[in-house]
């Protein structure tokens, strides 16, 4: 059975750190590409930073210079370091696996990040 489990959200203030890990369970976690979105309440999800199987990495423009994604195959974890952080960035944060080869997707349930004063 696939698992992906989200966790490290929280309530922090602007200008605080979080990272958020996500497990993953049931899949050869270096063929896939792992990627995080993010949904705020009335708003599309987006993506916020991707990596490759290999460790390259994508960042929407409004997390760049602020957070770093991260893998560590071994562990079959993917990590994000959210420095900087700002209201704006208030949402549910999710953990998606997408095969390198082959159409297959799996997402995570989500973590929540809270950024208020």
């Known amino acids: 059975q696939v698992q992906l489990v989200e966790s490290g959200g929280a309530l922090v203030q602007p200008g605080g750190s979080l990272r958020l890990s996500c497990a993953a369970s049931g899949i050869t976690f270096s063929n896939y590409a792992m990627t995080w979105y993010r949904q705020a309440p009335g708003k599309e999800r987006e993506l916020v930073a991707s990596?490759?199987?290999?460790?390259?990495?994508n960042y929407a423009d409004s997390v760049k210079g602020r957070f770093t994604i991260s893998r560590d195959n071994a562990k079959k974890m993917v990590y994000l370091q959210m420095n900087s952080l700002k209201p704006e960035d208030t949402a549910v944060y999710y953990c998606k696996a997408d095969h390198v080869l082959i159409k297959t997707t799996y997402w995570g349930q989500g973590t929540q990040v809270t950024v208020s004063s």
């Open positions: 990596i490759t199987s290999g460790g390259r990495q």
